[in-house]
């Protein structure tokens, strides 16, 4: 049997397994330190044989960078007689230029370092999308002319340039670096001069034109494109790019 009495001041006296004074043993004590994961802990073996003190905690790192870049541009330049009425000069030019030009740049890069120990991951992708539209017309429909010399002009000289590129850096041990482009590209132009039912009396004089009829068009546009990826892993490093550029550009000049 067992007595207890109470103390002076009436309160019963402390249970020593449960008592205030005994020693907490997670006192103190972090959870890594205690399953060996602290800088310096103590660590054994699958037999239970000691091993050399733990390096810490490994970190993982992760970094995902990307973009998008999407440009149109529709630009139309024209010189034009819509007339059934009747003209009369020394000389009658229509010209029509367009040098619209179309330049974008779209990158995306990642990095990440998670140290030695763990697996780090990193990330990027670029995307772009670039369309150049115009037209670009010298005519005369319907109209009556005379003169000692008709010329009509059409000059397109707009370029596209396009530069799409991502990079992945994670030079870890146990890197992974994964980067890629893709690049959309299109140019599209109406380079075009026509007479359309237009009665025209050409007398030659001492002009520059010397009674001829001119019809002249031209489309000089020209597409760069630059797609890229880079890649550096530690363990595995990926890198792919895709381009698709299509040109569909019409000149003519007609009567």
């Given at each position: 049997?067992s007595?207890?009495?109470?103390?002076?001041?009436g309160?019963?006296?402390?249970?020593?397994?449960?008592g205030?004074?005994?020693?907490?043993?997670?006192?103190g004590?972090?959870?890594?330190?205690l399953?060996?994961?602290?800088?310096?802990?103590?660590?054994e073996d699958?037999?239970?044989?000691?091993?050399?003190?733990?390096?810490?905690?490994?970190?993982?790192?992760?970094?995902?960078?990307?973009?998008?870049?999407?440009?149109?541009?529709t630009?139309?330049?024209?010189a034009?007689?819509?007339?059934?009425?009747?003209f009369?000069?020394?000389?009658l030019?229509?010209?029509?230029?367009?040098?619209?030009?179309?330049?974008?740049?779209?990158?995306?890069?990642a990095?990440?370092t998670?140290g030695?120990?763990?697996?780090?991951?990193?990330?990027?992708?670029?995307?772009?999308?670039?369309y150049?539209?115009?037209?670009?017309?010298?005519?005369?429909?319907?109209?009556?002319?005379?003169?000692?010399?008709?010329?009509?002009?059409?000059?397109?000289?707009?370029?596209?340039f396009?530069?799409?590129?991502?990079?992945?850096?994670?030079?870890?041990?146990?890197?992974?670096?994964?980067?890629?482009?893709?690049?959309?590209?299109?140019?599209?132009?109406?380079?075009e001069?026509?007479?359309?039912?237009?009665?025209?009396t050409?007398?030659?004089?001492?002009?520059s034109?010397?009674?001829?009829?001119?019809?002249y068009?031209?489309?000089?546009?020209?597409?760069?494109?630059?797609?890229?990826?880079?890649?550096?892993?530690?363990?595995?490093?990926?890198?792919?790019?895709?381009?698709?550029?299509k040109?569909?550009?019409?000149?003519?000049?007609?009567?």
């Amino acid at each position: 049997a067992s007595v207890r009495t109470k103390g002076d001041d009436g309160s019963k006296p402390e249970d020593p397994q449960n008592g205030a004074d005994q020693e907490d043993p997670l006192d103190g004590e972090t959870l890594p330190a205690l399953f060996g994961d602290a800088e310096g802990a103590p660590t054994e073996d699958d037999a239970g044989n000691a091993g050399e003190p733990s390096k810490g905690q490994g970190k993982t790192g992760i970094a995902i960078a990307g973009d998008v870049s999407i440009n149109t541009i529709t630009d139309t330049a024209m010189a034009y007689i819509n007339d059934r009425g009747k003209f009369t000069a020394d000389s009658l030019t229509l010209s029509s230029l367009n040098e619209t030009d179309l330049i974008t740049a779209a990158g995306a890069a990642a990095m990440s370092t998670g140290g030695s120990d763990k697996t780090s991951l990193g990330i990027a992708g670029s995307f772009s999308k670039n369309y150049l539209l115009g037209k670009t017309k010298s005519y005369i429909v319907g109209a009556t002319i005379e003169t000692s010399g008709l010329a009509l002009s059409a000059t397109r000289t707009g370029d596209l340039f396009a530069l799409t590129a991502g990079g992945a850096l994670v030079p870890d041990k146990k890197g992974i670096a994964i980067a890629g482009s893709v690049s959309l590209n299109k140019i599209q132009n109406e380079t075009e001069t026509f007479l359309d039912r237009v009665h025209a009396t050409v007398v030659k004089n001492g002009n520059s034109l010397g009674g001829n009829i001119f019809l002249y068009s031209t489309d000089t546009s020209e597409m760069l494109v630059i797609a890229g990826s880079l890649s550096y892993g530690g363990k595995i490093g990926v890198g792919a790019s895709v381009a698709l550029n299509k040109n569909y550009n019409t000149t003519k000049a007609t009567i």
